[in-house]
T-cell receptor, first 116, second 115 residues
Framework: AQSVAQPEDQVNVAEGNPLTVKCTYSVSGNPYLFWYVQYPNRGLQFLLKYITGDNLVKGSYGFEAEFNKSQTSFHLKKPSALVSDSALYFCAVRATTHTGGFKTIFGAGTRLFVKA | DAGVIQSPRHEVTEMGQEVTLRCKPISGHNSLFWYRQTMMRGLELLIY????????DSGMPEDRFSAKMPNASFSTLKIQPSEPRDSAVYFCASSFGQGTGNTIYFGEGSWLTVV
């Protein structure tokens, strides 16, 4: 079955420390992978995506993610966390539909808390 | 660009009433998505349209839910009759293409409470 998993419900990190939000996936074919962020009472916003090419993808607000094919992972990272990074983060993957088309599947989300 | 516009932003209604949520996608986008977000179930894709045609409605929970897209700039999600378990945030989103490698842009959501 095609799926995306975010194994941590919550990640806590101190401001200034590096952060990692984990994501693993299971899809047929080449994966298209995405990270979105949701701030309180807002819609989801696109952060970055991997389609092809360099395994390290850089995105908005200083975030980056590394595609690892052998581990089927796409972890989100940032070298130095900010309190304003506190939000809900969603990993997403392109999946094929029963009609042969495509749709985007979102993970359950990981809540990131950055303490001052 | 105004982004994806949803209305109403908040609605409180009584059980059994009809609820209609509205969405205006970003101009030029040809795919439109309706998602539902709850604490228990997370973010669920209800239905998506491509070029105004429903492509996958397998996520629509039951016959009480229906969605239409009469033209490229407008879509509705209707719940009739509404039930308390329908309380959730409903997001409309759009993209150019079927979201395959293209960014999906979300509206701010319609916060529905059914009492």
């Amino acid at each position: 079955a095609q799926s995306v998993a975010q194994p941590e419900d919550q990640v806590n990190v101190a401001e200034g420390n590096p952060l990692t939000v984990k994501c693993t996936y299971s899809v047929s074919g080449n994966p298209y992978l995405f990270w979105y962020v949701q701030y309180p009472n807002r819609g989801l916003q696109f952060l970055l995506k991997y389609i092809t090419g360099d395994n390290l993808v850089k995105g908005s607000y200083g975030f980056e993610a590394e595609f690892n094919k052998s581990q089927t992972s796409f972890h989100l990272k940032k070298p130095s966390a900010l309190v304003s990074d506190s939000a809900l983060y969603f990993c997403a993957v392109r999946a094929t539909t029963h009609t042969g088309g495509f749709k985007t599947i979102f993970g359950a989300g990981t809540r990131l808390f950055v303490k001052a | 660009d105004a982004g994806v516009i949803q209305s109403p932003r908040h609605e409180v209604t009584e059980m059994g009433q009809e609820v209609t949520l509205r969405c205006k996608p970003i101009s030029g986008h040809n795919s439109l998505f309706w998602y539902r977000q709850t604490m228990m179930r997370g973010l669920e894709l209800l239905i998506y349209f491509n070029n105004n045609v429903p492509i996958d409605d397998s996520g629509m929970p039951e016959d009480r839910f229906s969605a239409k897209m009469p033209n490229a700039s407008f879509s509705t999600l209707k719940i009739q009759p509404s039930e308390p378990r329908d309380s959730a945030v409903y997001f409309c989103a759009s993209s150019f293409g079927q979201g395959t490698g293209n960014t999906i842009y979300f509206g701010e959501g319609s916060w529905l409470t059914v009492v």
